[in-house]
T-cell receptor
Framework: DTAVSQTPKYLVTQMGNDKSIKCEQN?????MYWYKQDSKKFLKIMFS???????INETVPNRFSPKSPDKAHLNLHINSLELGDSAVYFC???????????????FGAGSRLTVL | GNSVTQMEGPVTLSEEAFLTINCTYT??????LFWYVQYPGEGLQLLLK?????DKGSNKGFEATYRKETTSFHLEKGSVQVSDSAVYFC????????????FGAGTRLFVKA
């Protein structure tokens, strides 16, 4: 059983389109995240939810809208896609927010988005 | 704010060579420190961690010691294998300033047979 699963694994689309990436975790964790990894492998946090509540919202364009219907799911919707959105998007989860043991991250396998 | 600096790669070694990947950090308070590894085509996975000064994290032959006096958490392995080829990320989470794990830029390791 995959602990953190995200779909789709690959996404190729045209500029201006709207797309979604879904993420689910079966670890019983309270906190979920979206990270963006660029072509140089640099990882930047985008959003974090704890028990469906938005906790971290980095300086991400408002074309990106996360949605957490329950604490096991965190989806990412992107409107009006731009060339610069091409990246690998990783979903992750952690047991909780606080404490050194509670915030070890478990990552999904990534969703590679290519905007043409 | 908190930050992590790690040595630029790529690092290329022969099998059985000694590995060091340097990592230093800037943080207020007492952060927890981590090394994550990313194998090709996969997400990151935790390699080891240390939560207080002088702690040593270890896993799969890799070690790193939390050195508060030098704000460092260097990753070492005595004898690398081809299967260790991956990208290694140093990371921290502070106990102030929000619940964000901050990652270094990653260091790619190639191990030749």
């Amino acid at each position: 059983d995959t602990a953190v699963s995200q779909t789709p694994k690959y996404l190729v689309t045209q500029m201006g389109n709207d797309k979604s990436i879904k993420c689910e975790q079966n670890l019983g964790h309270d906190t979920m995240y979206w990270y963006k990894q660029d072509s140089k492998k640099f990882l930047k946090i985008m959003f974090s939810y704890n028990n469906k509540e938005l906790i971290i919202n980095e300086t991400v364009p408002n074309r990106f809208s996360p949605k957490s219907p329950d604490k096991a799911h965190l989806n990412l919707h992107i409107n009006s896609l731009e060339l610069g959105d091409s990246a690998v998007y990783f979903c992750a989860s952690s047991q909780d927010l606080g404490g050194p043991g509670a915030n070890v991250l478990t990552f999904g396998a990534g969703s590679r988005l290519t905007v043409l | 704010g908190n930050s992590v600096t790690q040595m630029e790669g790529p690092v290329t070694l022969s099998e059985e060579a000694f590995l060091t990947i340097n990592c230093t950090y800037t943080a207020t308070g007492y952060p927890s420190l981590f090394w994550y590894v990313q194998y090709p085509g996969e997400g990151l996975q935790l390699l080891l961690k240390a939560t207080k000064a002088d702690d040593k994290g270890s896993n799969k032959g890799f070690e790193a010691t939390y050195r508060k006096e030098t704000t460092s958490f260097h990753l070492e392995k005595g004898s690398v294998q081809v299967s260790d080829s991956a990208v290694y990320f140093c990371a921290l989470i502070g106990n102030t300033g929000g619940f964000k794990t901050i990652f270094g830029a990653g260091t790619r390791l190639f191990v030749k047979a």
